[in-house]
């Protein structure tokens, strides 16, 4: 079904309106990343850690000098880059609607104006995007919120349009959850007894947490998955470390204690 005429379509797959990212492709860009910085790094960092508070952050120095760039890319361009005026169509059965979206803006985080979607539709094309994403389930959109239904008749017209929640822009914040991550790895390579690998992992874990939810409560970078902004990655990096410790306990301390 790869293989016909792109004009010709009777099964198969519509290569003018495939979907170019999604959760898998992100997962796997972030793992190539951090992968590579970890092996490429490997001759660079100490064997054993000196007796410093700091020494399992500088020993990894590299993984978090990536992470800060992906961090450093995502919230510079979120936040600078300009968003014009775009435009999208919508076909069905009585024919062709064009939609026009009002923008001409920057740092807008809102559904209809963010650089994260600009990003994508520039880059992969608007009709290689998801077709319903969750913004179509805002009050604004629909009565039935915040479940999915019929849009109001006085839906905006971003409440239309595709979005895709897994893109670019998106996915290079993700690597930062993947640098975290790996970070908790290291702490139980290095860290050989069980209360200091607990105790980082949960003092870490608030930490983000408490980040996350003083960005968000101050409206200053509001938790948004579909935007994968700064504040869902410390949540989200935060809360996993918090269940990991759990866990932790759960199966080392509790279940097998001789280990």
């Not at 003092?203 to 408490?210: A, D, V, Y």
């Not at 579909?226 to 759990?246: D, H, K, P, R």
Request: proline residues 5%; aromatic residues 12%.
């Amino acid at each position: 079904g790869y293989s016909h005429a792109p004009d010709a379509l009777s099964y198969g797959v519509d290569m003018k309106h495939i979907r170019w990212c999604g959760i898998l492709q992100r997962i796997a860009l972030v793992y190539v990343v951090v992968a590579l910085i970890e092996t490429l790094t490997t001759k660079r960092r100490p064997n054993v850690l000196e007796p410093r508070h700091l020494s399992i952050f500088t020993a990894y120095q590299w993984q978090w000098i990536g992470g800060f760039i992906a961090f450093v890319i995502y919230i510079i361009t979120t936040y600078s880059l300009y968003v014009p005026n775009w435009s999208f169509s919508e076909h069905s059965d009585h024919g062709v609607k064009k939609y026009i979206v009002k923008c001409g803006m920057r740092g807008h985080l809102g559904p209809a104006c963010n650089a994260v979607g600009y990003v994508d539709r520039e880059l992969w094309g608007i009709n290689h995007l998801y077709s319903d994403p969750v913004w179509s389930r805002l009050e604004a959109c629909t009565l039935s919120s915040p479940n999915s239904g019929p849009l109001r008749e006085d839906a905006p017209s971003w409440c239309r349009a595709p979005f895709e929640p897994e893109g670019l822009l998106s996915t290079i914040s993700a690597i930062l959850s993947g640098t975290i991550g790996i970070h908790y790895g290291h702490v139980l390579i290095h860290f050989k007894g069980h209360s200091a690998r607990l105790k980082h992992w949960v003092s870490m874990g608030f930490g983000l947490l408490i980040i996350a939810i003083i960005l968000h409560f101050t409206n200053a970078i509001p938790i948004n998955k579909q935007l994968y902004s700064f504040s869902y990655v410390c949540f989200t990096a935060g809360a996993a470390g918090i269940v990991f410790s759990a866990l932790y306990v759960l199966v080392l301390l509790l279940i097998n204690p001789t280990n």
